[in-house]
């Protein structure tokens, strides 16, 4: 089990460009969630995914954020422009079944907008 | 709005010492708190989770105790270990939920001094 892979690990842009991180979640795994890490404000959820499919985007801060799961093994968040505020470790966890089943989280991209 | 507070923001004990961490909810619909501990450059892992049905739950030196009533729920480490330095997260969601999500507290930094 080679457990969540998330890519890059740090990623450093300046503002305006665009930037992509990506999450292949654990097999077998049918829920993804994207969250976001700050100092300030702690574990964001931004989006998650159950099957596939985009569940709750509530999370998702503007309109500059998008997240696609083109199929079971493959999630990407994309920010379009960054800005500094962006600037953050974020998440993708993921989780076979219901509710009370554990989350399994990669390590992060650290990303930091100049 | 934050579903689960959670109380300190950092703690700092010596090596033996108990640390307690404390979190509360609102919604009583939640009946599942798990707890998260993070790593510096890692993502969060399941420490230890809880239902409802009982006032306390042990794992090694990792204790949750629960209050239905009073909707708090505590982390206290036993004999802590400057290796039980991390940030922890109390969390909560609904247990039998397909399509849930849990509600993470802002974590606790804890410090262990040797």
């Known amino acids: 089990d080679a457990g969540v892979i998330q890519s890059p690990r740090h990623e450093v842009t300046e503002m305006g460009q665009e930037v992509t991180l990506r999450c292949k979640p654990i097999s077998g795994h049918n829920s993804l969630f994207w969250y976001r890490q700050t100092m300030m404000r702690g574990l964001e959820l931004l989006i998650y995914?159950?099957?596939?499919?985009?569940?709750?985007d509530s999370g998702m801060p503007e309109d500059r954020f998008s997240a696609k799961m083109p199929n079971a093994s493959f999630s990407t968040l994309k920010i379009q422009p960054s800005e500094p505020r962006d600037s953050a470790v974020y998440f993708c966890?993921?989780?076979?079944?219901?509710?009370?089943?554990?989350?399994?989280f990669g390590n992060g991209t650290r990303l930091t907008v100049t | 709005q934050q579903q689960v507070k959670q109380s300190p923001q950092s703690l700092i004990v010596q090596k033996g010492g108990i640390p307690i961490i404390n979190c509360a909810y609102e919604?009583?619909?939640?009946?599942?708190f798990p707890w998260y501990q993070q790593f510096p450059g890692k993502g969060p892992a399941l420490l230890i989770a809880?239902?409802?049905?009982?006032s306390e739950k042990k794992e090694g030196r990792f204790t949750i105790s629960f209050n239905k009533s009073a909707k708090q729920f505590s982390l206290h480490i036993m004999d802590s270990q400057p290796g039980d330095s991390a940030t922890y997260f109390c969390a909560a969601s609904n247990y039998d939920s397909t399509l849930g999500r849990l509600y993470f507290g802002r974590g606790t930094q804890l410090t262990v001094w040797p």
């Open positions: 995914f159950n099957n596939n499919v985009p569940i709750d």
């Open positions: 809880i239902r409802p049905d009982v």
């Open positions: 919604n009583t619909a939640f009946d599942y």
């Open positions: 966890a993921s989780r076979k079944g219901p509710d009370n089943s554990p989350l399994h």
